[in-house]
């Protein structure tokens, strides 16, 4: 097998690996945990989750950068395009610079999201934090993930854009 269909095996399961963790969550764990009889252990239970999927997600998104970045120099972007900014000149550029562009913000917010608003509204009681104003959390986390999976969906497309051309 060749180092770049590796590389880009390697992406794709990344992929797959974050959105899905994403999808899941929300399309499954989240609704299931807002049901009567498991609210007692919802709280608790979304936690550990999310804990155990920050490593998964984080790890995906490492390997996507990478992967990215390797992807990107097997098919003849080298560093003295990105250097003389000839890169960017073309459609190929324009694209890549919106895809770094949203992945730099995805990037960003999911940081916000695990390391304070995740852990705080998870946590809930044990924060010390008023019902309203942990509700007023949970209302934020929803829309952050909300908005992490949609941005998260449109790298995609631009992904499939730069190997396939814009249609």
């Known amino acids: 097998m060749s180092w770049y269909l590796l590389s880009v095996s390697l992406h794709i399961l990344a992929a797959c690996v ?12 989240l609704p299931v945990l807002r049901q009567p009889p498991y609210r007692g ?17 984080w790890g995906a998104l490492g390997t ?9 120099l097997y098919r003849g972007q080298g560093w003295d395009q990105w250097r003389t900014g000839a890169l960017w ?18 990037v960003a917010v999911s940081a916000v999201h695990d390391l304070w608003i995740g852990p705080r509204v998870t946590l ?3 924060t010390g ?5 942990l509700q007023r959390l949970r209302r934020r986390a929803a829309w952050v993930g ?19 051309g814009i249609p």
């Open 146 to 164: 909300r908005v992490v999976l949609l941005l998260s969906l449109a790298v995609v497309v631009l992904g499939v854009m730069l190997v396939r």
């Open 18 to 29: 974050w959105i899905g963790g994403m999808v899941f969550l929300a399309a499954a764990l």
């Open 41 to 57: 252990v919802a709280l608790p239970l979304l936690h550990a989750t999310s804990m155990r999927f920050r490593w998964l997600g």
């Open 89 to 106: 000149h073309e459609w190929f550029g324009r694209v890549l610079a919106l895809k770094l562009v949203l992945i730099a913000i995805i």
């Open 129 to 133: 934090l008023s019902p309203a104003h």
């Open 64 to 72: 996507l950068i990478v992967t990215g970045v390797a992807n990107l």
């Open 124 to 126: 809930g009681g044990a």
